[in-house]
Every structure is written in C-alpha cells, then in structure tokens.
C-alpha cells in the first residue's frame, strides 16, 4: 500500500513539473509547434463597427449603462458622455464596438 502512495505522489509531483514548465514555456513566447491558420482571403475575419444607442431618461441610459458593465458587457467608460436629444428630458449615449465578421 506505500508503494501505491509514493507512485501516486511522484505522478503528481512529475504533473505539477509539467504545468510549471509548460507555464513558463508560455509566459517566455516559445513555440509550441501550434499550426498556423491560413485563412482564404474571403474567409479572414474583419472586424467592423457596431454601434449601440441608448436613448431615454438620464436615469434610464444611465441604468442600462451600469447593468451592461455589471454582466461585463462594456465599461462605464467606453460610453460617450450622456448628450441631449431634440426632446426635452432625454437623453443619448453611444457605445461603439469592433466586432469580427466573417
């Protein structure tokens, strides 16, 4: 029964070398020998703007705002500024995002 134990430690202790040289393999940039992607040209992803607006009370935008970063959506800060619209007590904040299409 030790014997079971020394085999099972020696196994985990080999595995945690592993990780740590793997990790630091990582964080040096070395290759890992991962292919490259060659995508057709039609086939790349782009990136392309998306836009969002919010458009409501100060209360109303400003809430959104603060829900969207809470589910990690979008900082508070990549927002514009809250900017008035043609009606009064209203309000607008535009969110622009790049996002990749294929």
Known sequence: MG????DDTSTIVEYQNFVQFKRQQYLRGENFNTPTLN???????KREPLKH??????????STIHRLHLVGYASTGDW?????????????????RQILIQ
């Open 3 to 6: 014997d079971d134990y020394n």
């Open 39 to 45: 995508f057709p040209e039609n086939l790349s992803p």
């Open 80 to 96: 514009s500024p809250l900017l008035p619209t043609a009606n009064p007590d209203e309000v607008m904040s535009i969110l622009i």
């Open 53 to 62: 607006l919010l458009i409501g009370s100060p209360k109303a935008v400003t």
